[in-house]
């Protein structure tokens, strides 16, 4: 195991509702990335966040959004959920955000909306 | 577009059999690519990575090699198991923010 945890994880939400998922990192660890992962597909960059700053970002609309705090975990939040975002959302502890950092990931959290 | 390919798709074969999963990426321009197992519904766990200086990586029965000029890579599984069972993903990153994942490689090894 990687020392990642994500917390639930399951969760079912209505279509419309807002939902936070969380994720604390892999001690020492100060850069959090998530990910989504749709049935059958490969996981998708969604943003990066380095020292509680977002450093990067993938295509995703701007009601997908995240925080860092200063013991390095992190969440993810997903306003006004739509029938597509139904998915696997991983989150990746690394200790840095350049080539050499590797990241870990944790267990995931599977979402449905319905 | 910077886009990751896995082939096959899927592949079953017999217990004890080498296998080759084959990854191919768009642009050579990479810092490292990652080779991840992910079991039904689980997370990912990381196998093997190749420094974009680096040819290959061994770990065990696996054994993943990088071709950046063709923009290639493999990742080779001896004397396959039904333990092995799983979708293999292979990654790159080519920014310091993400990895670009491939759909993965499902594979089965039966009895």
């Known amino acids: 195991e990687t020392g990642v945890t994500q917390s639930p994880t399951h969760l079912i939400k209505t279509r419309g509702q807002q939902v936070t998922l969380r994720c604390s990192s892999q001690?020492?660890?100060?850069?959090v990335s998530w990910y989504q992962q749709a049935l059958g597909q490969g996981p998708q960059f969604i943003f990066q966040y380095y020292r509680e700053e977002e450093n990067g970002r993938g295509n995703f609309p701007p009601r997908f959004s995240g925080l860092q705090f200063p013991n390095y975990s992190s969440e993810l939040n997903v306003n006004a959920l739509e029938l597509d975002d139904s998915a696997l959302y991983l989150c990746a502890s690394s200790l840095g955000a350049g080539p050499l950092a590797e990241q870990y990931f944790g267990p995931g959290t599977r979402l449905t909306v319905t | 577009k910077q886009e990751v390919t896995q082939i096959p798709a899927a592949l079953s074969v017999p217990e004890g059999e080498n296998l080759v999963l084959n990854c191919s990426f768009t642009?050579?321009?990479?810092?490292?690519l990652q080779w991840f197992r992910q079991d039904p519904g689980k997370g990912l766990t990381s196998l093997l990575l190749i420094q974009s200086s680096q040819r290959e990586q061994t770990s065990g029965r696996l054994n993943a090699s990088l071709d950046k000029s063709s923009g290639r890579s493999t990742l080779y599984i001896a004397a396959s198991q039904p333990g092995d069972s799983a979708t293999y993903l292979c990654?790159?990153?080519?920014?310091?923010?993400?990895?670009?994942f491939g759909t993965g490689t499902r594979l089965q090894v039966f009895p």
């Open positions: 001690s020492g660890h100060n850069t």
């Open positions: 990654a790159v990153l080519y920014n310091t923010d993400k990895l670009i």
């Open positions: 642009d050579s321009a990479i810092y490292n």
